[in-house]
């Protein structure tokens, strides 16, 4: 994917018409609706934009994932560590084998590289 590619991406982040991607397996409260599209796939990498439903989930990671948050905010705690407010606007890193929980305030809507 060139740059101006990504850029427009990006910018039509916000607004872009997302399918529906069923419950949040991850959940550990009431169930979470998700939502998403992805703009690039190869193998079990991929890249797009994903949108979550307030509330708590705990994640064991098996891939590495880089976002960037578009709208919404959460908690993030890594598992024996200090929690983290992610927001509009923020670029965060798990690296493969992150574990902890995600507690979502308000819909969520990020772009995501998995890889």
């Not at 910018?11 to 419950?23: I, R, S, T």
């Not at 994903?50 to 989930?57: E, N, V």
Request: net charge negative; glycine share 12%.
């Amino acid at each position: 994917m060139n740059a101006a590619v990504l850029t427009t991406v990006l910018a039509n982040a916000a607004d872009a018409e997302l399918e529906d991607w069923g419950p949040l397996e991850e959940a550990t409260g009431d169930p979470m609706a998700t939502h998403g599209l992805e703009v690039w796939v190869d193998g079990d990498k991929s890249a797009g934009i994903w949108q979550c439903a307030p509330g708590p989930s705990h994640w064991t990671l098996e891939v590495n994932e880089v976002i960037y948050v578009v709208s919404g905010r959460m908690t993030v705690t890594p598992d024996g560590g200090e929690p983290s407010e992610v927001g509009a606007g923020d670029l965060a890193v798990f690296p493969l084998g992150w574990t902890g929980t995600w507690v979502i305030h308000e819909i969520l809507r990020k772009a995501y590289a998995i890889f």
